[in-house]
C-alpha cells in the first residue's frame, strides 16, 4: 500500500490538491493508495506524541505508518525548505521502525520557480538518517498555480509527462 502524504497542515492548500492528483492517477494506474494530511494530526501532538509518549488520538495514525510500505511525500517549501509540522510527523512515529527499510517517492512544489528543491535535498537527508529508501527521481512542480487548471488538475504536457514516469517507477519501485 501507497500512502501519499500532504505535507502541510496548511487548510485548502495546493499540496493537498496535488496529493488527490496523484491519488487520482494513481488509481487510473491500477494502484490503491490511501491519502493522509497532516490537517489530520492531533491538535496536542506537540504535547502529546513527541519524546517517547503516545495519545489515543495519535496511534491510529502510528499503525497506518507501521503498515505502509512506500510513501509518497507532497512537500511544499516554506521558507526555503519544508515545513516544519513534516518534520514533526516524522518525529512523532516511531523510531526506526516507522520509516526503517521502507521506500518513498518525493514532489516538491513551491507557488516560486524552483519547486521547493532545498527542501525535498532537506528532506532526503532525514530521509536516509531513517533508512527510507527514496526513489531519485524527485520531482520539483514550480509556479503551482499556473500548474493547476481549474479542476486542480495538472495539465501541461510536460508536466504530465514527468509525474506520469515518476508514478510508473514508483509503482515498480
Known amino acids: 500500500m501507497i500512502t501519499i502524504i500532504s505535507g502541510t497542515n496548511r487548510p485548502h492548500s495546493n499540496t493537498l490538491k496535488i496529493a488527490k492528483y496523484y491519488q487520482k492517477t494513481l488509481l487510473k494506474k491500477g494502484t490503491d493508495t490511501r491519502l493522509f494530511s497532516l490537517e489530520e494530526l492531533p491538535d496536542s501532538l506537540i504535547k502529546t506524541d513527541l519524546y517517547g509518549q503516545r495519545s489515543e488520538a495519535f496511534k491510529p495514525i502510528q499503525e497506518m505508518v507501521t503498515n505502509t510500505e512506500k510513501?509518497?511525500?507532497?512537500?511544499?517549501?516554506y521558507n526555503g525548505s519544508f515545513p516544519g509540522v513534516l518534520k514533526t510527523f516524522v518525529d512523532a512515529?516511531?523510531?526506526?521502525?516507522?520509516?526503517?527499510?521502507?521506500?518513498?517517492?518525493?514532489?516538491?512544489?513551491?507557488?516560486?520557480?524552483?519547486?521547493?528543491?532545498?527542501?525535498?535535498?532537506?528532506?532526503?537527508g532525514i530521509s536516509s538518517y531513517l533508512?527510507?529508501?527514496?526513489?531519485?527521481l524527485r520531482l520539483h512542480l514550480s509556479s503551482i498555480k499556473l500548474e493547476m487548471n481549474n479542476s486542480e488538475d495538472l495539465f501541461k504536457e510536460d508536466t504530465l509527462k514527468f509525474t506520469?514516469?515518476?508514478?510508473d517507477k514508483f509503482i515498480a519501485f
Open 93 to 124: 512515529c516511531e523510531f526506526p521502525a516507522s520509516f526503517y527499510n521502507k521506500k518513498a517517492c518525493l514532489v516538491g512544489i513551491s507557488s516560486g520557480k524552483y519547486g521547493n528543491i532545498r527542501g525535498i535535498d532537506h528532506f532526503a
Open 164 to 167: 506520469n514516469e515518476q508514478m
Open 131 to 136: 533508512h527510507l529508501n527514496v526513489m531519485p
Open 71 to 77: 510513501f509518497l511525500f507532497i512537500i511544499p517549501e
